[in-house]
C-alpha cells in the first residue's frame, strides 16, 4: 500500500494506538491520529466499508441502490455493507457509543453533527472520528476548495450549497469533521381550503332565501359551485386554481356569502397576529370545536431559530478561562422575553407544540383539521399530508431583518480504522459516489429532501421533478420547488460536547413551564442546569 503517512503511523504505533475499545468514551490511554491521508493505490483484495445507519425501509431501499451501483464500480477493491444499526437517530447514536466502547469500529456512519461531537470527546487525540481536511485537499480524491490564507482552514467546497458543509466546519476543534448526505429545513403547511373560505361549519348561511334578489341569488349560486368545486378534491389537477377562484369571489362579496379567507404570513410578528385572528373569526361566529390556528412540530427548533433570527445568543464552540459551562448562552432576559411570548400565545389557544402535547405531534392535529397551520420538517412532509382538504406549503415566517432557517437531514462522519487507510479511502469514494451531483438529487428527492450539490438543482432529473410542483400532485414535489428558493438562508449552530443536550434542553423549557407547571425562569434555569451538568 502506498501512503502519505508513514511517519503517522510509527508515531502511531509508538504510542499504542492497537486497540479502539475507549474510543468515544474518554479514554486517556488512547490516541488516535485524527489527521490522516489517503493511499494513493488501491488494495489486491476486497476491503469491507461498514456503514451504520438508521433509516427505514423505503429510504434504506434507496440507499441501497447507490450501495449496489458503487459496489459494482469498485467490485474487488471496495464494498460497502449498510448496516441498520437502529430505527432514529438518538437510539443510533446511543448504540454507537456503546459499540466504540467495546471495540467495534465502522468505517462510517449517518447522523447529526451534535452526535457527531460525542464521538469526538474534549480532547483532539481522543476523537474516534477523523477530521476530513486530508481529505478534501488530496490531489487524486478531493474537491476544489476555498481556505482561509492565513489559516489555511476550509471555508468552502465548489459546488457544495455552503449551508450544508459549513455544517462540518462548526465543532469544537478547527476543521471540516463531517460531510452532508442529503438535507432538510422547516416549512409552514397551511390548510389552503381553510385560508380559501372553506371554513364556515353552517351551510344555510348561503342557501337562497325568498327574500333575496336576483343579483344575490346569482352570487349565491355561483359560491355554490365554487365552493362545491374547491372541496371535491378528486379534481387534482384543478384544486389550486379554484381555491384562488373561491377565495378572490369571497373577498369580492363578503356582504352576501360567508366564509373569511386568510393570506400566508412572512413574518413571525404577522404569523401570531393571523393565529389570534383566526381564533377570534371563529369566537365571534360561534365555532366552538377544538381548534388551534398553529402548531409546532420541534419546541427545540422553534427556539434555536428565534434566538438566532432575533440575534440572541444561544450556545459557543469557544470557552471562557477554560469553564466548559460557557458553551451555553441562552440563559438571558432575552431567551426569558422569547418565553413568555410564546407562553402567552399558547395560553390564549392561538398556538401550541409537540412539547406542550407531551410528545404529540401537531401534525396529527393538521391532518385531523383541528389546526390551520402546522410548521414541520420538510423531509417529514408525507405527515402533513390530508385527503380532507387542500395543503399549502410556504418558508417558514421570521423574525428579524433576514430569514434564517434551521437545516436538518442527516450527514456523515469517518472513524478511525486503526490507520488502515484503505477503509478511509473506501469510505470516502463511497461518499463522492453518493454525493455525485445526478446520484444525490435522485436519492435526496426520492427520500423528500433537499441535494447537497448546487449543480444537482440543474439536473434533468431534478427539474423533471419539481415541474410537477404546484399541480396538486403531491408534497413531494411542491417542497422542492419551495426550498430551492431558500437555500442561502440556511444557518448552523456550533456543535461540541454538550450541544445535543443544549438542543434537547432549550426545546424542553416548554414541558417544564406547560407540563411541569413551572414559572418560565425556573423552568430556563432547569435547562441551563441541566446543561452545564454534562461538561462539568
Known amino acids: 500500500m502506498k501512503t502519505k503517512n508513514l511517519l503517522v503511523l510509527s508515531l502511531t ?3 499504542g494506538c492497537v486497540s479502539l475499545t475507549s474510543c468515544g468514551s474518554g479514554g486517556a490511554d488512547i490516541y488516535h491520529e485524527v489527521d490522516q491521508y489517503l493511499p494513493e493505490d488501491d488494495p489486491t483484495s476486497q476491503i469491507d466499508i461498514n456503514f451504520w445507519h438508521c433509516l427505514g425501509h423505503a429510504k434504506q431501499d434507496n440507499l441501497n441502490v447507490v450501495v449496489e451501483k458503487f459496489n459494482a464500480a469498485y467490485a474487488g477493491k471496495y464494498h460497502v455493507n449498510p448496516i441498520a444499526l437502529a430505527g432514529d437517530y438518538n437510539s443510533l447514536s446511543s448504540d454507537v457509543q ?3 466502547r467495546s471495540g467495534e469500529v465502522p468505517a462510517i456512519t449517518m447522523g447529526y453533527p451534535d452526535s457527531f461531537s460525542e464521538y469526538m470527546t474534549d480532547e483532539l487525540h481522543q476523537s474516534a472520528i477523523l477530521r476530513l481536511d486530508n481529505f478534501i485537499k488530496d490531489k487524486n480524491f478531493g474537491y476544489q476548495y476555498t481556505a482561509n490564507p492565513s489559516t489555511g482552514q476550509i471555508t468552502a467546497l465548489e459546488d457544495f450549497v455552503p ?3 459549513n455544517e462540518g466546519n462548526g465543532y469544537q476543534f478547527d476543521g471540516v469533521w463531517s460531510m452532508p448526505m442529503y438535507k432538510s429545513t422547516e416549512a409552514l403547511f397551511y390548510n389552503k381550503s381553510y385560508f380559501s373560505g372553506v371554513n364556515d361549519p353552517n351551510i344555510v348561511l348561503y342557501e337562497i332565501k325568498p327574500t333575496d334578489s336576483d343579483e344575490v341569488r346569482n352570487v349565491k349560486n355561483q359560491y355554490k359551485v365554487l365552493r362545491q368545486t374547491a372541496e371535491d378534491l378528486t379534481i387534482k389537477a384543478e384544486i389550486n386554481d379554484n381555491l ?3 377565495k378572490t369571489f369571497i373577498e369580492t362579496h363578503q356582504d352576501v356569502v360567508p366564509g373569511i379567507t386568510y393570506d400566508v404570513p ?3 410578528a404577522d404569523l401570531l397576529l393571523l393565529a389570534k385572528k383566526i381564533k377570534e373569526d371563529r369566537d365571534n361566529n360561534g365555532i366552538t ?8 412540530d420541534s419546541d427545540s427548533n422553534m427556539m434555536i431559530s428565534q434566538l438566532a433570527q432575533r440575534g440572541f445568543e444561544y450556545t459557543s464552540k469557544h470557552i471562557v478561562g477554560g469553564d466548559r459551562t460557557t458553551h451555553f448562552k441562552f440563559n438571558n432576559a432575552n431567551t426569558i422575553g422569547l418565553l413568555n411570548e410564546i407562553k402567552a400565545n399558547v395560553d390564549a389557544g392561538y398556538m401550541t407544540t409537540k412539547n406542550k402535547l407531551g410528545g404529540a405531534f401537531t401534525s396529527d392535529l393538521f391532518t385531523d383539521n383541528k389546526c390551520a397551520m402546522s410548521i414541520g420538517s420538510t423531509g417529514g412532509s408525507s405527515y402533513q399530508t390530508s385527503t380532507s382538504f387542500a395543503v399549502g406549503v410556504a418558508a417558514v415566517p421570521y423574525s428579524g431583518s433576514a430569514p434564517k432557517y434551521i437545516q436538518q437531514g442527516p450527514s456523515v462522519c469517518f472513524f478511525d480504522n486503526a490507520n488502515n487507510g484503505y477503509i478511509h479511502k473506501g469510505a ?11 446520484m444525490n438529487a435522485k436519492l435526496a428527492l426520492d427520500n423528500s429532501y433537499d441535494p447537497i450539490r448546487v449543480s444537482s438543482f440543474n439536473t434533468t432529473y431534478y427539474n423533471n421533478h419539481i415541474a410537477k410542483a404546484n399541480k396538486n400532485l403531491g408534497l413531494n414535489y411542491d417542497v422542492p420547488a419551495l426550498t430551492k428558493t431558500i437555500t442561502q438562508y440556511y444557518m448552523t449552530t456550533d456543535v461540541f460536547r454538550g450541544s445535543a443536550t443544549a438542543r434537547n434542553e432549550i426545546g424542553a423549557t416548554m414541558t417544564y413551564i406547560f407540563r411541569n407547571g413551572l414559572s418560565v425562569e425556573r423552568a430556563l434555569n432547569k435547562a441551563y442546569t441541566a446543561c452545564c451538568a454534562v461538561v462539568q
Do not use: V
Open 13 to 15: 504505533a509508538l504510542l
Open 98 to 100: 456503546t459499540k466504540l
Open 163 to 165: 449551508g450544508f458543509f
Open 244 to 246: 384562488q377562484t373561491l
Open 266 to 268: 412572512t413574518s413571525w
Open 289 to 296: 370545536s377544538d381548534y388551534i390556528p398553529l402548531g409546532y
Open 428 to 438: 470516502w469514494l463511497f461518499y463522492k459516489y453518493m454525493a455525485d451531483p445526478e
